[in-house]
């Protein structure tokens, strides 16, 4: 059963983020790809997320296809056009990707290419209308195509702080909702606690909710985050457990698999996030038991 069909059905489905290469060496790509092929249910590729320049997410997901995989890969306002933009969709489903996500765009301040000019023809808002109507057999300007793509296409929930943030990003994913997202992509979930409401409040915007679970890859990750993303939840005593671990790589991997287990009540899925990780991916479903 694909990423669409176990949606539909309201099952639980298991993503895992794979980077494209920043260089053509495709070795490590490939290799965790293999690793993980019949454990999820399919890859999230970014294309240049947070604004690192790599392998465009097309090639990336021609790769993983053809390790028998199923992709998801992302579009941002942020690097292209309005043209572009439809060009690229298109190709994508030429290509044999079916799955869009609408992606926030991270700020260029902290890119590889901060000197880079945004483009920011679209908002995410219209680029989702846009791609809907390129389903209905025309383009942005009203020209028929030669051949309607087929698309799944989700939104993501821009990082927040504070109730009244979260609130409002809410309401910004139900103009994306209705604008054609059938599935919402969150934030990074640390603390399940310091979710929960959050969360309860996603699961009534009447599409599959599917949460980020992000690999703490040390204790100096972990304070940088709760330092300079409050927002996170990530608590004291998860802090602490890291410290005092013998093996702190290992503890981030256990907790992220504790987190997936936890998730598995509250929402219809997990996409697996370990930014350049990706080696790790197994040993964490390992410790989800999934």
């Known amino acids: 059963?694909?990423?669409?069909?176990?949606l539909a059905a309201d099952e639980f489905v298991l993503l895992a983020e794979m980077h494209t290469p920043k260089g053509v060496n495709i070795s490590s790509l490939v290799n965790n790809a293999r690793r993980i092929k019949g454990r999820v249910d399919g890859v999230v590729i970014p294309d240049m997320d947070n604004g690192i320049m790599r392998m465009s997410a097309l090639a990336g997901s021609v790769l993983m296809q053809q390790e028998g995989l199923e992709?998801?890969?992302?579009?941002?306002?942020?690097?292209?056009?309005?043209?572009?933009?439809?060009?690229?969709?298109?190709?994508?489903?030429?290509?044999?990707?079916?799955?869009?996500i609408v992606a926030h765009s991270a700020d260029m301040s902290q890119s590889d290419h901060s000197d880079a000019k945004p483009v920011y023809d679209l908002d995410e808002v219209q680029l989702i209308e846009t791609l809907k109507s390129?389903?209905?057999?025309?383009?942005?300007?009203?020209?028929?195509?030669?051949?309607?793509?087929d698309f799944s296409v989700g939104c993501t929930v821009a990082p927040f702080t504070g109730a009244d943030a979260a609130a409002k990003e809410l309401e910004t994913a139900k103009?994306?909702?209705?604008?054609?997202?059938?599935?919402?992509?969150?934030?990074?979930?640390?603390?399940?606690?310091?979710?929960?409401?959050?969360?309860?409040?996603?699961?009534?915007?009447g599409v599959p909710v599917i949460a980020t679970v992000f690999l703490i890859k040390s204790l100096a990750i972990a304070q940088y985050i709760a330092n300079s993303e409050p927002e996170a939840n990530i608590s004291d005593d998860l802090i602490r457990r890291i410290r005092k671990s013998s093996d702190?790589?290992?503890?981030?991997?256990?907790?992220?698999?504790?987190?997936?287990?936890?998730l598995k009540e509250k929402v219809q899925g997990v996409v697996v996030q370990t930014l350049g990780w990706e080696h790790k991916i197994p040993e964490i479903l390992d410790a989800a038991g999934v």
């Open 248 to 262: 702190r790589e290992q503890e981030g991997v256990r907790i992220a698999g504790e987190t997936i287990a936890a």
């Open 134 to 149: 390129l389903q209905k057999g025309k383009d942005m300007s009203g020209f028929e195509l030669d051949g309607n793509p």
């Open 1 to 6: 059963m694909n990423f669409q069909k176990k």
């Open 71 to 100: 992709t998801i890969i992302h579009l941002y306002c942020r690097d292209r056009n309005r043209m572009a933009l439809q060009g690229d969709a298109l190709a994508a489903n030429v290509l044999g990707t079916q799955n869009i």
């Open 175 to 205: 103009k994306k909702i209705a604008a054609g997202a059938g599935f919402v992509i969150t934030p990074s979930v640390f603390d399940i606690d310091s979710s929960a409401e959050f969360l309860t409040s996603a699961s009534q915007l």
